[in-house]
């Protein structure tokens, strides 16, 4: 059996083509088997191979990441060699949909806990959204050396994940995620149709980043109003990473009358080019290394973590000088349970990220039913008289956790997990069905 955990993606490749595999699958035993018997009641994920059944154990003793997680399939790039993964948690609202994240993983283990941990709360986000979508993520590790550069191997990586897509019939819709753009997007969909935030060019919404900026805003200002503290105009807020959402982000807070942003990045060409377009003193941004974490310290009235997730830990959370952290990176909290207390422990309000930053998938979620401006399928997501707004979900769970003596993630984490339970009005557990077709027909072989 092979044990994973220290084995770079690239050599875990290695290994799986010595074994002569090029695709592997873990999936719940509790959906591959009839209720009541005795594999479903045996908990964890059935592999695909028994040379791989270390690697489920893996996954299943990670209980921060692994919880009762439908299916994850892996595939080895036709053209690439690179490993493709699709990580499935709650689908009875739908199709697991969520970003593909390309990266650069130095283990097995932390590709494997980026899904897992990703796909979970795809799944809660899109359920506080009322979308009828399920938990999905899409995950690449990025190959060693400096090809993605190359344009022709990026076309072939992501063609690659389009038609490992493509192989798992709809139980899986990828989009744009770290490390990818709308022109990558693109080329998924050359290779498969279960793609959205394509670009406008084939027919898709394109850049969910404007969208996304906005939904942010709108939980910041829900947070303030819980807190009495009033509209964002004569606020400080600090921004680590101002990219594509935080680039976007900055305009409408200027718009809203804060006193001053505090803005950092790690792209040197990102700072200049904000920084002639927000001359002044009510704006500074300044480079930093990625391992500088001293915005996080910036006395301000609101912090937006708009970077890589698990910047919320111990040591960082002791050093906040902020009333409220909200802002658009997935998995903020390294440790959920544990640092959401930290947070409630110091008085410091969090918005869970999956509550505020969930325009980006509303944007581009049902862009098959086509576009037009001013939709209001999506503009109701900003009004604060739609119960299901980002302002008026911000202000519930919030209320939630106030009144149950819970932490805000813990409160977000209940009502989502709650609406995840309702089955799809019309196709309720399909991708149930779906991933059960797919191992009988011997999908992994």
Request: hydrophobic fraction near 40%.
């Amino acid at each position: 059996m092979i044990d994973p955990s220290n084995l770079a993606p690239h050599a875990f490749v290695e290994e799986m083509r010595t074994l002569g595999l090029r695709r592997a699958a873990f999936v719940s035993r509790a959906l591959l088997h009839t209720a009541g018997s005795a594999e479903a009641r045996e908990a964890g994920l059935e592999s695909s191979s028994p040379k791989l059944d270390a690697l489920a154990q893996s996954v299943v003793a990670n209980t921060r990441d692994y919880q009762g997680h439908q299916a994850v399939f892996l595939e080895i790039g036709e053209q690439t060699g690179a490993l493709l993964g699709a990580f499935l948690h709650r689908t009875r609202r739908g199709q697991g949909i969520g970003g593909v994240r390309l990266w650069a993983y130095d283990s097995v283990s932390s590709f494997m806990s980026d899904g897992l941990r990703l796909s979970l709360g795809m799944g809660r986000k899109n359920a506080l959204a009322g979308l009828w979508w399920g938990g999905g993520k899409g995950v690449i590790a990025r190959p060693p050396g400096q090809e993605l550069a190359d344009p022709v191997f990026r076309t072939k990586l992501f063609h690659d994940y389009g038609r490992f897509i493509t192989s798992l019939r709809g139980a899986y819709v990828t989009a744009e995620d770290v490390g990818t753009t709308p022109d990558d997007m693109a080329k998924v969909y050359e290779a498969t149709r279960f793609v959205a935030c394509a670009p406008e060019s084939v027919g898709g919404s394109g850049n969910p980043s404007p969208a996304t900026a906005r939904g942010v805003v709108s939980a910041m200002e829900g947070a303030l109003d819980h807190l009495g503290l009033g509209p964002l105009e004569g606020k400080v807020v600090a921004m680590q990473g101002v990219g594509n959402v935080g680039g976007y982000m900055l305009p409408l807070l200027l718009e809203r009358g804060v006193a001053r942003i505090e803005a950092v990045d790690v792209s040197e060409e990102i700072v200049r080019t904000l920084s002639l377009r927000f001359p002044g003193d009510r704006v500074s941004i300044r480079v930093v290394a990625p391992s500088d974490r001293e915005i996080l310290a910036e006395p301000c009235d609101i912090v937006a973590p708009n970077a890589l997730g698990g910047i919320l830990n111990p040591d960082s959370i002791a050093r906040l000088q902020a009333k409220i952290v909200c802002g658009a990176a997935n998995n903020q909290l390294l440790d959920q349970d544990r640092d959401a207390a930290l947070l409630a422990e110091r008085g410091i309000t969090y918005v869970p990220d999956f509550l505020a930053n969930r325009m980006g998938i509303v944007n581009c979620a049902n862009e098959q039913y086509g576009s037009f401006e001013g939709d209001p399928a999506i503009v109701r997501h900003f009004d604060r008289d739609w119960q299901g707004s980002v302002y008026r979900v911000t202000r519930a769970v919030l209320a939630r956790a106030a009144s149950s003596r819970i932490t805000s993630a813990g409160a977000a984490n209940a009502l989502a997990d709650e609406l995840a339970e309702q089955p799809h009005p019309i196709f309720p557990d399909r991708t149930a069905a779906i991933i059960r077709g797919l191992m009988k027909q011997g999908w992994a072989s």
